[in-house]
């Protein structure tokens, strides 16, 4: 049967924007290990370049682990078709002529049009598009504290217990 309504967010993400919605986090959700599953071999060399490029930034804000394989291939996947589509617009234009004379549209356009509609389901998946980040709070820049002194003053000079 058909889910109605939104998509639900993965809990990861939610507890990377604050949970924002202040509702209950789904305590059963499976928690698979943070890591990231290894790059497929029988990906084009593009989405390889694609899955280093972003793969270990996402392991790290915990949203990519080991049984995403397959959906973060198909992003990685999407975005070498798509640049591709793009580098041959770039190079050889949006439109050619027909041998009857008439101006079409490249097949390239709708392509890449295509794959970027794909890609961006695909981020929205990950939290990968600008609107996501911009509702992410992360302390990853935060150091550890181990001095109690330090707790002690970062906590207001409440001692926790």
């Known amino acids: 049967m058909a889910q109605r309504g939104r998509k639900p967010i993965p809990t990861a ?4 924007e604050g ?30 370049k694609e899955w280093k490029r972003t793969a270990k930034q996402l392991e790290q804000l915990g949203i990519l682990t080991e049984v995403d394989m397959a959906v973060f291939a ?4 999407a975005y070498a078709r798509w640049k ?3 580098e041959f617009i770039s190079k050889h234009g949006t439109i050619v002529k027909t041998p009857s ?29 600008p609107s996501a980040r911009s509702r992410i709070v992360s302390d990853s820049n935060q150091q550890e504290v181990n001095d109690p002194m330090e707790l002690i003053l ?7 217990v």
């Not at 943070?34 to 029988?42: D, E, F, I, S």
């Not at 490249?106 to 389901?121: C, D, E, F, G, R």
């Not at 970062?154 to 926790?160: D, I, P, R």
């Open 13 to 16: 993400i939610k507890e990377l």
């Open 19 to 48: 949970n924002p919605g202040k509702r209950e986090l789904n305590k059963k959700e499976p928690k698979p290990k943070r890591k990231a599953p290894k790059c497929p071999m029988w990906l084009d060399n593009e989405a390889k």
């Open 74 to 77: 198909g992003y990685c996947q």
């Open 84 to 86: 591709e589509a793009e």
């Open 101 to 129: 004379g008439y101006w079409q549209q490249v097949p390239q356009v709708s392509i890449a049009q295509t794959y970027l509609k794909i890609m961006n389901k695909f981020c929205e998946q990950f939290g990968l598009t």
């Open 154 to 160: 970062l906590s207001g000079g409440k001692k926790s």
